[in-house]
């Protein structure tokens, strides 16, 4: 598990996918902070890394990448804990349009394709 605070390229994540599910890497974006945590099995444990490094609870969420797929399909909206009926996410997905956006414009910056 690690904390992107730079820039990470695309082959990193691609190798980082096949070590664990292959064409796939779980991560966990912070909105505020504009941080992204990868590499682990759970998004609960990038959460809690996250969490750990100063993070609040609510501007964190779980996404994964796929390194292998361009456009719309790098980026899948799907974990358990962006389950939030407080904050208005009654789903795994991300409901809010403007916070899918700032995850998109996150991993844009963090990520170099």
Do not use: C
């Not at 605070?5 to 996918?17: F, K, Y």
């Not at 100063?54 to 456009?71: A, C, D, E, V």
């Amino acid at each position: 598990m690690k904390i992107i605070r730079q820039r990470i390229t695309l082959d990193e994540l691609n190798e980082m996918a096949v070590n664990l599910f292959g064409d796939m890497i779980k991560a966990v974006v912070d909105v505020d902070r504009e941080l992204i945590a990868i590499d682990a099995e759970l998004h609960s444990d990038l959460e809690a890394l996250l969490l750990q490094d100063g993070s609040k609870q609510k501007s964190l969420w779980g996404i994964n990448f796929y390194p292998g797929m361009r456009g719309d399909e790098f980026i899948e909206f799907d974990s358990m804990i962006n389950m939030r009926p407080s904050q208005g996410n009654k789903s795994r997905g991300v409901v809010d349009e403007g916070i899918r956006k700032k995850i998109i414009e996150i991993a844009a910056k963090r990520v170099r394709r």
